[in-house]
């Protein structure tokens, strides 16, 4: 199949360094804000990139949860293919691709667990059935069909019925903190407007890179 024809000239926005936030925090808050206005299609999904200790990467696409200064906050299970990298290798990599807008924001750093105060608080505000499910998915164990899945929703519904449910002791946060941070913005003929806020000790030196 021959796709070479598809293309895209992007002409939405211009970026340049006179028009950046001196935070790549409060310059990530400006677009998410206006991807959110510009009613994009979960605003907050990323794709997550880990790597094995064997070296083998893996991608998939979470949801961004929380963020402020200290780094970017999604919330999994941690027996899952993502959580056993991290484990062994904590270099992490997320992007948005805010494509309607040209845009995309590319992070990379390091994964550490939050603590579990802050998890249960993030957990008792999902609701009831997501509850629930993080209780009944082993993420990433093989399984033999979706029945077990109903099976053993229906186990936790019983076993759950009478009051709150628990914060399981197998899921949780984890935040990233980012050694770097890229604002990309598409322009005519390839040529993009790139900018890469790179941490230097308590600072942060932001560059223009080349398309």
């Not at 959110?36 to 696409?61: D, F, I, K, Y």
């Not at 505000?125 to 997501?130: K, M, T, V, Y």
Request: aromatic content about 10%.
């Amino acid at each position: 199949m021959d796709i070479s024809h598809l293309r895209e000239n992007y002409t939405q926005a211009g970026l340049d360094l006179d028009s950046l936030d001196s935070d790549p925090f409060q310059q990530f808050d400006l677009w998410f804000q206006q991807a959110v206005e510009a009613q994009l299609p979960e605003p907050n999904a990323m794709s997550l990139a880990t790597v094995s200790a064997e070296g083998l990467p893996s991608l998939r696409t979470v949801l961004l949860k929380h963020i402020s200064s200290e780094g970017f906050v999604f919330f999994t299970n941690y027996s899952s293919r993502k959580a056993q990298d991290i484990t062994e290798n904590s270099n992490v990599a997320i992007m948005f691709p805010w494509i309607p807008l040209e845009r995309q924001v590319i992070v990379r750093g390091s994964a550490e667990k939050i603590s579990k105060s802050d998890s249960l608080r993030y957990f008792t505000s999902r609701p009831h059935g997501s509850q629930l499910g993080a209780w009944v998915s082993q993420q990433s164990s093989v399984i033999t069909g979706r029945k077990v899945l109903e099976m053993k929703l229906e186990e936790m519904k019983r076993k759950f019925k009478e009051g709150k449910v628990p914060l399981p002791d197998f899921w949780g946060g984890y935040r990233i903190v980012p050694d770097s941070i890229e604002f990309w913005q598409g322009r005519p003929n390839r040529l993009h407007d790139r900018f890469l806020y790179r941490r230097e000790q308590s600072d942060w030196c932001i560059e223009r890179l080349s398309p």
